[in-house]
């Protein structure tokens, strides 16, 4: 069946320090994408990135970048040099598209609550 | 501004009544996903649209029904509302799920907040 862990339910840093959330996943199918979400306390849901199952390349951009092992089933994320604006909640999601019936809807995890304090 | 348009923002409501969400998916968005928020459940996914179809189900409640529209907007239709139905109801769009295993990104929309009273 397929499942989106992410253990840690609240993370609180100091503004600069380096975080890292972490997203663990279960699935059967071979073809599949990875997401990640931001929810701000504003409530709107902000794309991040997507991965398929095929690109392990670890990806940068600008202070966030994103580690992808299938051998872990885990699709990490960390922020460098954190801020205050990055404050939110943080969602990790995979999609299943071996098959047409479910394709494209998004299974997430529950967040992880990001507090970066001045 | 992620494109997608929700109204209302904020909806309240006795238990027992029935109620309408719509959304409008960005320009060139065929496919259309509801999902509901609320504290115990998180966010799961209810139901997808493309072109005017629908093509995936979720955790979605009889009571609840949606439609998509010739001009690709939808309407997601919650009736005999109970206390539970509370909740940040989200639209998202993206721009083609169609046969291949390809899966886009999804944009979301602002929500809409429904509180049962």
Known sequence: A????????????VEKEDVTLDCVYETRDTTYYLFWYKQPPSGELVFLI???SFDEQNEISGRYSWNFQKSTSSFNFTITASQVVDSAVYFC???????GGSQG????GKGTKLSVKP | DSGVTQTPKHLI??????????CSPRSGDLSVYWYQQSLDQGLQFLIQYYNGEERAKGNILERFSAQQFPDLHSELNLSSLELGDSALYFCASSVDASGSHRVDEQFFGPGTRL???
């Open chain 1, 2 to 13: 397929q499942k989106v862990t992410q253990a840690q339910t609240e993370i609180s840093v």
């Open chain 1, 50 to 52: 997507r991965r398929n």
């Open chain 1, 93 to 99: 999601a995979l999609s299943e598209a071996d098959y």
């Open chain 1, 105 to 108: 809807n998004l299974i997430f």
């Open chain 2, 13 to 22: 409501t006795a238990t027992g009544q029935r109620v309408t969400l719509r």
């Open chain 2, 115 to 117: 509180t049962v009273l």
